[in-house]
């Protein structure tokens, strides 16, 4: 497969030039930095550390994600309690309630798509490098819809009386607030989404390190959540 990492790209035309040119000034970033393991490790743990520390808004975003996620996993506990004990359920038809949870990640992956279709249209106006906050329309919207969901959730699934379908269609409006995730953990789809991509454009250093600090930092926060559940 063809290489597509900027870094190493931008490394091989540096060394393709120095060849041709015989000229040994021209380096790329990635050559220059430093692969010992001190080096390794001040960019994959101190400097996440260091910009936690630093950066307010990296430091908001990593909470927000962190209690959101909490919220999830407590949310997802609630299934069973909901459809089993209340309604008489067994276990697998309780599983069937999952499936609105996935359309609703589908929808919220379409939300997703269409809220970053002015950004295409910024990059000439901006010299291909519009505001960062633009990323954040998608959480804009689907903030309350996750809010709502819970409530919808808690307030239809408590009572017995009210028929299972209600409770069951509220998985579908949390479900496009997120989406799982190929971490094994879940991500908020349309929120997250939007905040992350917000961050590695802030923090963008050729290695997406505002990503991954979002996402260490959020792991740790996270970590415990199965434990508790």
Not at 8 to 24: P, Q, S, V
Not at 56 to 81: D, H, K, N
Not at 95 to 116: N, R
Not at 188 to 196: A, E, G, K
Request: glycine letters at 8%; a neutral charge.
């Amino acid at each position: 497969m063809p290489e597509t990492y900027s870094p190493i790209l931008l490394a091989k035309k540096a060394k393709n030039i120095r060849e041709t040119t015989g000229d040994i000034k021209f380096y790329a970033p990635h050559e220059k930095a430093d692969c010992s393991l001190r080096g390794i490790l001040r960019r994959t743990i101190l400097r996440p550390v260091e910009m936690m520390l630093t950066e307010p808004i990296l430091s908001l975003i990593v909470i927000y994600l962190s209690i959101i996620c909490g919220m999830l996993y407590s949310l997802l506990e609630t299934f069973p309690i909901i459809w089993q004990d209340i309604r008489g359920f067994k276990s697998h038809e309780t599983s069937m309630i999952f499936l609105g949870l996935g359309f609703g990640a589908v929808l919220g992956g379409f939300l997703q798509l269409y809220f970053a279709r002015p950004m295409k249209n910024l990059m000439p106006k901006w010299n291909g490098h519009p505001p960062c906050e633009m990323n954040l329309y998608g959480a804009m919207f689907a903030g309350p819809f996750f809010v709502g969901g819970i409530l919808w959730l808690g307030w239809t699934g408590a009572y017995a009386l009210i028929p299972w379908w209600v409770p069951a269609l509220s998985t579908v409006m949390l479900g496009m607030s997120y989406a799982a995730s190929a971490l094994a953990a879940s991500m908020i789809y349309c929120w997250s989404c939007s905040s992350t991509f917000h961050t590695t454009d802030v923090y963008w250093t050729g290695d997406t390190m505002g990503l991954h600090t979002c996402n260490v930092f959020l792991s740790f926060f996270f970590f415990y959540m199965p434990i508790i559940g």
